[in-house]
C-alpha cells in the first residue's frame, strides 16, 4: 500500500488588522495530526504561521514525493 501523507497548514495571525488572530489553530492542527497518524497512518507535515511561499514548497515537496493533495 502506497504511503498516506497529509499537509496540515496552521494559521493564527493575519496581515490584514480586521481579522482577529485565531489562537487555536495550531491546537487544531496537532489533534488533527494526531488523528491521522494513528486512525489513518498518515505521514503527516504540520505548518504553523509560516509565509504562503513556505507553503507552496513544502506542498511542492509533498507533490514530488507522490502525496495526493
Known amino acids: 500500500?502506497?504511503?498516506?501523507?497529509?499537509?496540515?497548514?496552521s494559521t493564527s495571525q493575519y496581515a490584514d488588522p480586521g481579522l482577529a488572530p485565531l489562537?487555536?489553530?495550531l491546537g487544531d492542527a496537532?489533534?488533527?495530526?494526531?488523528?491521522l497518524r494513528t486512525v489513518g497512518e498518515f505521514e503527516?507535515?504540520?505548518?504553523?504561521d509560516?509565509?504562503?511561499?513556505?507553503i507552496a514548497r513544502a506542498r511542492c515537496r509533498c507533490s514530488r514525493s507522490g502525496a495526493a493533495s
Do not use: F, K, N, Q
Open 1 to 9: 500500500m502506497p504511503t498516506r501523507r497529509a499537509l496540515i497548514v
Open 23 to 25: 489562537p487555536g489553530t
Open 30 to 35: 496537532r489533534a488533527l495530526d494526531e488523528a
Open 50 to 54: 509560516i509565509p504562503m511561499a513556505g
Open 44 to 48: 503527516v507535515t504540520v505548518l504553523a
